[in-house]
């Protein structure tokens, strides 16, 4: 008799255990509220702002092409037809997830878990009824939500999270994003393209804090270039819903005070775990700092009988990373020798342009004292990023000193998400600079910047001229 497993959450880590666990011919239940599988990112998070990003890209592109002497009018948005079509995405990509899980013959349950013990859960259906779902082991991916300002909870409708953003009941025109992280920097490129007038507040000195600086300068200049204004060391006080607007107090970082009005909020300050209300004071699951679950590399938990994976454990909170401790969890449970044992996993921000780093960051290396080597490839001297009238990126590369070997990427730049898994696998195979630059890369392609970067580290490029310095 196979090993009955649970998988609490439908998410991309949620549902890749799932599948893989079904794969390795386990008897698999998978719980979720929604009707397919997918989570938040799917219905809430990944795949609808990206959706909307695309919407953004193309208003962005057609004012744009005028450099090219293409001129197009205003465009006319029908803010109904713009929600439909992400809706359509949403609803082709959880619908195939439906059928995979079908095909796998996983039992899906929609409801609400909580744990009744170690070995069982009690699961509140969809329609009502009530359920006791015994198991063998269990997956717990109950992912995260939106994370709250309480001074700033103030129950009005015009005070929106990253869930409600992208719903895009309305384009505000006035709207403040308190937040520069990814989240808020997407949402405010989404907003800014439709027509809102946007404010960006951040409590922190910079926008994207923890990325490079060169990296993270040309979003800079687009962010400050699309927004009415962007406020680092500045925090939001107090808001008040005066009936028609809402009324903002900032003060920036030497305590002067300043009152400021709004049609909408939007509150984008990251995101917490879903470990609360679910029943693990019933089992013996560690609940750690800032209520992440406390699990090791093989997704074991502190009952033997229960395995967490995704946001739930952990930064960071990205789904591909979630995916992979998923498959983690089910190959353990199977009992295979599996554990997540990797060198790097790849960040990407969605903006305009966009930014993506993986492995070593310059910051890290000059925060920890580690030795580099650094090789940059500036977008100007692309061929390809030319063309399309998008040569504000950049490309580098970070390598050891004495071995070669690669120890982190980072590019900024129309696309830049698209092309950093070749610094992933550069990481995880142990590269060198050598290898990326031995490699032909097809021209004129802006995948080659990366090549050019690896030999910009050994001093000399094809297309850009490094000067020897002088012994």
């Not at 027509?195 to 040309?218: H, N």
């Not at 995704?310 to 789904?319: E, F, K």
């Amino acid at each position: 008799m196979s090993k009955r497993v649970v998988v609490i959450g439908g998410g991309p880590a949620g549902y890749g255990a799932a599948f893989r666990a079904a794969d390795l011919g386990l008897d698999v239940t998978l719980i979720d509220l929604d009707s397919n599988p997918g989570g938040t990112c799917l219905y809430r998070g990944c795949i609808p702002s990206k959706a909307l990003l695309h919407v953004a890209k193309v208003i962005h592109e057609a004012r744009d092409a005028a450099h090219f002497g293409l001129h197009f009018e205003a465009p006319k948005i029908d803010l109904d037809r713009v929600r439909e079509a992400t809706q359509e995405v949403v609803t082709k990509m959880t619908g195939g997830l439906g059928q995979l899980s079908s095909a796998r013959k996983i039992t899906f349950v929609q409801g609400r878990a909580e744990f009744k013990n170690s070995t069982s859960v009690n699961v509140t259906l969809k329609d009502g009824g009530r359920e006791i779902i015994t198991y063998d082991a269990c997956i717990l991916a109950t992912g995260s939500v939106p994370a709250t300002l309480p001074h700033l909870d103030i129950g009005s409708d015009k005070v929106m999270d990253s869930t409600g953003a992208l719903a895009l009941e309305s384009v505000p025109e006035r709207l403040l994003v308190i937040g520069g992280g990814y989240i808020g920097l997407e949402l405010t490129t989404v907003y800014a393209a439709l027509g809102s007038k946007a404010t960006v507040v951040d409590f922190a000195p910079e926008i994207l804090m923890g990325a490079d600086k060169d990296l993270k300068k040309p979003l800079a200049d687009r962010v400050n270039e699309m927004c009415e204004a962007v406020l680092v060391n500045t925090k939001v006080n107090s808001i008040e819903d005066t009936g028609s607007t809402i009324k903002a107090i900032l003060e920036d970082g030497d305590g002067n005070t300043s009152e400021h009005e709004f049609d909408k909020v939007l509150v984008s300050v990251g995101r917490k775990p879903n470990s609360t209300d679910i029943g693990l004071e019933n089992t013996d699951v560690v609940v750690g700092d800032f209520g992440f679950v406390e699990a090791d590399r093989q997704m074991r938990t502190g009952d033997p009988h229960i395995f967490a994976i995704g946001d739930l454990i952990g930064q960071p909170m990205l789904a591909h990373k979630g995916t992979a401790e998923g498959r983690v969890a089910a190959e353990v449970i199977a009992g295979e020798k599996s554990a997540f044992d990797v060198k790097c996993i790849p960040a990407v921000v969605f903006t305009d342009p966009e930014v993506a780093w993986v492995g070593l960051t310059e910051l890290e290396a000059k925060e920890t004292g580690v030795k580099i080597n650094v090789g940059k490839f500036s977008w100007a001297a692309s061929g390809r990023a030319t063309t399309v009238g998008r040569n504000d990126g950049l490309t580098k590369i970070i390598a050891d000193p004495e071995t070669d070997v690669i120890l982190g990427m980072g590019i900024v730049g129309a696309g830049a998400g698209e092309l950093i898994a070749e610094g992933a696998l550069a990481i995880e195979m142990g590269a060198n600079a050598t290898d990326i630059a031995l490699t032909i890369h097809p021209h004129p392609t802006l995948n080659e910047t990366i090549m050019e970067s690896a030999e910009l580290l050994h001093g000399s490029s094809t297309h850009m001229f490094k000067p020897k310095r002088k012994k």
